[in-house]
């Protein structure tokens, strides 16, 4: 994904340099970079970003918001770079309508009490503003034990609009050959051992069938007629009204 030009400005793309893209699955930061450069123009005033890790997309959303707030707590498994520890499933000391947009990307499976978040995410945010976040659905457990959740669209659907939230859209991350492809690289990826020498040359021998996969997957996904069925992941956007 190229960076564009806006204004005379040249926008970044989100995962700009992102240390977690690899050869095995450079296709997850792509469709996440195509995900929020779509919806860049809700990215305004003050960002909250609800469990914002090791802050990845901060220098992407400031070129549109005019201040970016991350939110995690003190035992996350990142070196986090947050304004405010806080444990998401419990009520934030934040006051209400602070937010002119909230962002949570790969957060919501990790929360033992995933609708208070939601709530308070609505609670945050003032009228009219919207909250963007990304969830996982066809995907391996990560950062064990705190890992909870996978949510099909319907129970999206629900619990946005529980909290208030309207003009909920839900959006696929791919479709079946994408999450297929994918889970292979992750797979095989388990099975290199050895010195670190021998596990460079192994990768690299690998490294072109990973990326095939990868760049032949979206044109298969034209195959595959529901992608919400085994999808790797669903992106939302609602409103508060």
Do not use: D, S, V
């Given at each position: 994904m190229t960076n564009k030009v806006k204004n005379n400005i040249i926008i970044k793309k989100p995962s700009l340099n992102h240390k977690n893209r690899h050869w095995h699955n450079w296709l997850v930061y792509d469709l996440n970079d195509q995900f929020l450069s779509k919806y860049s123009h809700l990215y305004q005033g003050v960002l909250y970003d609800l469990g914002c890790g090791e802050s990845p997309y901060q220098d992407f959303l400031l070129q549109f918001a005019q201040q970016y707030i991350g939110v995690d707590w003190a035992g996350s498994n990142h070196v986090t770079k947050e304004t405010v520890l806080a444990n998401l499933n419990e009520p934030l000391l934040l006051d209400s309508a602070v937010a002119d947009c909230v962002i949570s990307l790969s957060v919501l499976e990790h929360l033992?009490?995933?609708?208070?978040?939601?709530?308070?995410?609505?609670?945050?945010?003032?009228?009219n503003a919207a909250m963007i976040l990304q969830v996982p659905w066809q995907w391996q457990l990560h950062e064990q034990p705190h890992d909870y959740f996978r949510y099909t669209p319907y129970a999206l659907k629900q619990m946005f609009v529980k909290a208030g939230f309207t003009e909920v859209t839900i959006e696929c991350q791919g479709g079946f050959f994408t999450m297929l492809f994918l889970k292979i690289n992750y797979f095989s990826l388990k099975f290199i051992r050895g010195p670190k020498f021998l596990k460079n040359i192994i990768k690299l021998c690998l490294a072109p069938f990973w990326y095939l996969g990868q760049k032949i997957a979206p044109y298969l996904d034209r195959l595959d007629r529901d992608w919400s069925k085994e999808t790797i992941g669903f992106f939302v956007t609602a409103i508060k009204k």
């Open positions: 033992y009490q995933p609708q208070g978040m939601l709530n308070e995410a609505y609670r945050l945010l003032k009228p």
